[in-house]
């Protein structure tokens, strides 16, 4: 008996990378609905860890952050705005929807001390380390 791979049409392929990179860019979650990822850039300073999420058209009471076993979790529930029946698309390129996204904290952090500021449409935490995580410096004699 001899086994023959059978390839997918390379169209199928072509589509599926598609669809997945325009996933991924518009940082859609499909595992729910309606729920978008919102873009994050994440620092790491001598004393802190500094995380910044790009949150465009929400106001500060429309975010939470929450922190559970070290995992870090930050919602951005918008209130669903109603739209002119009469209004025809002709283009619509702008995320609606409720944005959340969860983060894994390493050990080193101090997670009752985090501050936020949310200025521009840009949400920026700042994650303190743990003493034990600080740098230190030894004094070091030379003979």
Do not use: C, H
Request: proline residues 4%.
């Amino acid at each position: 008996m001899t086994l023959v791979k059978v390839a997918r049409p390379r169209i199928n392929r072509s589509i599926d990378n598609m669809l997945n990179s325009f996933f991924e860019e518009m940082n859609f979650d499909s595992r729910t609905s309606n729920v978008w990822r919102p873009a994050m850039d994440a620092q790491e300073f001598d004393k802190n860890f500094e995380l910044s999420f790009s949150l465009p058209g929400f106001e500060k009471d429309d975010i939470t952050v929450s922190v559970k076993n070290n995992n870090l979790t930050l919602k951005a529930i918008k209130a669903e705005v109603k739209e002119d029946e009469d209004a025809k698309y002709l283009t619509r390129e702008i995320a609606r929807g409720n944005y959340e996204r969860n983060i894994e904290l390493p050990e080193n952090v101090n997670t009752d001390k985090i501050s936020a500021e949310y200025k521009s449409g840009i949400l920026t935490l700042s994650i303190p380390k743990t003493k034990e995580a600080l740098p230190k410096e030894i004094a070091v004699t030379v003979k």
